[in-house]
């Protein structure tokens, strides 16, 4: 009994060991949303603390700070300005990241724009200029 229960010790040891090294190399992809960031990073805390690891919540939150896409670093900046990030909860940084990339999503462009103002530019310098074609 006292080596199996050694054993599977050894094992969660070894599990939470992996957990760890994965949860320092979680960094957001640069075509992710938060929402699936925050739920990689979630998985990996919540498998971490199934398996006896007491991780707080502003450990998460500077993880999370730490490791978004440069195109972040402006609303990192402004989060930690306005905010003390040991009594920030998840759901108020998880809150204020959506905000932020969907005003970021809201001022680009989407692919159908862009294409339609290609297009349009090329309709008029193609026609109707009177410049260099047959009249």
């Known amino acids: 009994m006292q080596q199996k229960y050694q054993g599977s010790t050894r094992v969660k040891r070894a599990q939470l060991q992996t957990l760890q090294r994965e949860f320092e190399l979680l960094t957001m992809k640069d075509s992710e949303k938060v929402d699936c960031y925050i739920g990689r990073t979630l998985s990996v805390v919540n498998k971490m603390r199934a398996n006896g690891e007491s991780m707080d919540s502003n450990i998460v939150v500077s993880k999370i700070l730490r490791s ?36 970021m999503q809201d001022s680009q462009p989407s692919k159908e724009q862009v294409l339609q103002v290609t297009q349009d530019d090329r309709t008029s310098r193609g026609c109707g200029s009177g410049r260099g074609g047959r009249e």
């Open 68 to 103: 978004l896409t440069s195109k972040f670093n402006y609303v990192v900046c402004s989060i930690e300005e306005a905010n003390d990030l040991s009594t920030l909860s998840l759901d108020e940084l998880h809150g204020s990241l959506l905000v932020h990339e969907q005003r």
